[in-house]
């Protein structure tokens, strides 16, 4: 019983990494059945685990450390907590943000596993990747193509990266009401309610009980704590959250920050702009498909690289399974909408169109390289191309109200 309690633990703690987490082990993809043939790929995929994406939140953690210490309050597990965070810093001192070793090997598997599933995709024609002008998404880009190159000799690979794709891929830089979206923050009410009534401060047993900041600055403090903590595995560290939180603040920790994702990067009740922005990318994916079906593409696969503010509105804005929840109730998100289990790192969508053996076409929607349904509220896999295609296209043509 012992045993089984601490796997579950785990495995919880695990999941309150929320989209810190490093991308789920994958051992086998879905088959597909043998009167389909695969004709054309449309892949959008987040980086793969990294780095702290910016040296803030360690050095502002640092810093409440450090002041406990000049102030004699901070206890031996602050201590203890305080090398934690050095260790953060040190490891990442010229590689804020980059694409780490794991997250390398995230993207391999992902373009191992492809060209498993789809080796037809890779052999008679080639393949065009593209990716976001940042580092860690063009090493990602990079360490697919080269895993798919070993394993399709010859393949023609022809990437693109940079600011002129934003209008797809960095959206979030793009689109003018996003930004004043996020300028006029008409959610932070929602989430400072919920913080206040929700966020545990676990940050005292680190500075101690004569730490003079206010419960709110320590609720802050505790949130940055938790980003620390949630982001050591993608980093290559040890997953040591144990000795800091006990499994509920984790939880609760990781509920707020979910929450807050979910108001930034979503459609929700409050507003429908931050899932508006993926509209290009799925008009882009809709003309892709269109060439296949009239043969007049010359490669079988576009390859997209970018971010969880990329991924997360178009799942969102296609009302993907398990990334479309309206609601007022806001401690019910939890229980509904898990980032971890939407986009951890190297989080990828994988849009596949077959032909039958009759002449249809049909679209299959993989989230995360596990098969669920495209349309909203349908237990079909294998979609009718039109009938996709129509679906697709009514998400990306929604309007802001």
């Known amino acids: 019983l012992f045993s089984f309690l601490t796997v579950w633990a785990q495995h919880t703690a695990g999941n309150c990494q929320g989209s810190l987490s490093p991308y789920p082990e994958i051992k086998e993809r879905i088959l597909y059945p043998d009167s389909l043939t695969p004709i054309f790929m449309n892949h959008v995929g987040r980086h793969g685990s990294r780095y702290p994406a910016g040296s803030t939140s360690a050095k502002t953690m640092q810093t409440a450390l450090e002041r406990a210490v000049s102030l004699g309050t901070i206890t031996p597990l602050g201590l203890q907590f305080k090398e934690v965070i050095e260790n953060i810093i040190i490891r990442s001192l010229g590689q804020w943000g980059e694409l780490d070793s794991l997250g390398m090997a995230e993207q391999r598997g992902i373009a191992r596993r492809m060209f498993t599933l789809y080796p037809q995709l890779f052999t008679s024609k080639g393949i065009v990747a593209q990716s976001s002008h940042s580092p860690r998404s063009i090493m990602s880009m990079y360490c697919f193509t080269h895993e798919l190159a070993r394993r399709a000799k010859g393949i023609d690979i022809a990437t693109h990266a940079g600011p002129r794709l934003n209008a797809t891929l960095r959206p979030f830089d793009e689109n003018t009401a996003y930004q004043r979206y996020m300028q006029e923050k008409p959610y932070q009410e929602i989430y400072q309610a919920y913080v206040d009534s929700t966020c545990p401060i676990p940050v005292t047993r680190l500075l101690g009980d004569g730490f003079p900041d206010s419960v709110e ?97 178009l799942y969102s804005l296609l009302k993907l399974e398990g990334c479309h929840f309206m609601t007022s109730n806001w401690s019910d998100l939890k229980n509904t909408f898990q980032d971890y289990r939407v986009v951890p790192m190297a989080s990828n969508l994988q849009l596949v169109l077959f032909k039958s053996k009759t002449g249809h076409y049909y679209l299959r929607c993989d989230l995360n390289e596990q098969p669920i349904p495209l349309i909203e509220g349908s237990a079909v896999i294998y979609t009718p191309w039109n009938e996709a295609r129509q679906y697709m296209m009514t998400c990306a043509k929604h309007k802001t109200k």
């Open 217 to 313: 600055e320590l609720k802050q403090l505790s949130i940055i704590e938790y980003y620390n903590i949630a982001n050591m595995q993608a980093m290559g560290m040890k997953h040591e959250w144990e000795p800091f939180l006990t499994l509920d603040e984790y939880s609760l920790l990781w509920s707020c920050y979910n929450l807050r994702q979910y108001l930034m990067q979503c459609q929700s009740s409050l507003s429908f702009t931050p899932a508006s922005i993926a509209a290009p990318l799925v008009q882009d994916i809709v003309e892709t498909f269109d060439m296949a079906v009239k043969r007049k593409i010359s490669y079988s696969a576009k390859l997209r690289f970018a971010h969880q503010e990329t991924v997360m509105p």
